[in-house]
């Protein structure tokens, strides 16, 4: 292929090394706690329980996307939720925020594939093709040579996922329904999953965080936007999530909520991550 998008964060966000790469995820997912959803609304927040989650239908996660010592195992419970539905996903939508270039709207890669250090993977040409006429949505290599957001979690899809391809975008200003109309339109079956990349708060006391974070995780689970950027880096492509699982009756379910304070990092300042799988209502 002549336009492939190299690693731009190997060896710093992850391992570099292909042997310990494969490893280390590996040991992630071997990790990550058998699904089980904290409840819905969170402790304190409220009465009830949580819809129960069908593996086998398992359409929508969120994930975090910071180095995999600070949020790998959070990112792992997600991705250890699709062990059921692995093996019929074809194409996998991913959205995350454009971290290091201003962008309007949606920016493909105008890229043929992504490379990590566990192989290559092939750009879903005709889904970029299906969703090039929206206003919304441009091409910018420029955007996502340096971002992280998508390509961390590019070892972890190559881990749990046979055959694939990817439609990344990079998620810029704009409006919920813009993202949602992208989201529609290459929703597909049961082939194709849609992975939205994004962190929650940033560089908050421990205890704070944890209020922050819960507070965001609740109007996730409730389905509520607009997702402020403040509480997540990733506001807006969740955010647009959110109203394509409501149009689709989708139920979120939170698999699990922590901070860099809880895994790798000082409580001082922390980072918050969760991660959620969407399924059908039953």
Known sequence: MSNVRPPAVAGLFYPAEPGQLAHDVRQLLAAARPYDPLPNPLPQAGEGANVSLRESQVKALIV??????YSGAIAATAYAALQAVAPRIRRVVLLGPAHRVAVRGLALPGADAFDTPLGRVTLDAAGARAIAHLPQVGTSAQAHALEHSLEVQLPFLQSILTDFTLLPLAVGMASAEEVAEVLETVWGGEETLIVISSDLSHYLPYATAQRVDKETAQS?????????????????PISGLIVAAQKHRLTPHLL???NSGDTAGSQDQVVGYAA?????AN
Do not use: K, M, N, W
């Open 64 to 69: 975090p996307h910071a180095g995999y010592v």
């Open 220 to 236: 996730i689970l409730e389905l509520r936007q607009p997702i402020a950027h403040d509480r997540a880096c990733g506001g807006t």
């Open 256 to 258: 699990d909520l922590r």
């Open 276 to 280: 959620f799988a969407f399924s059908p």
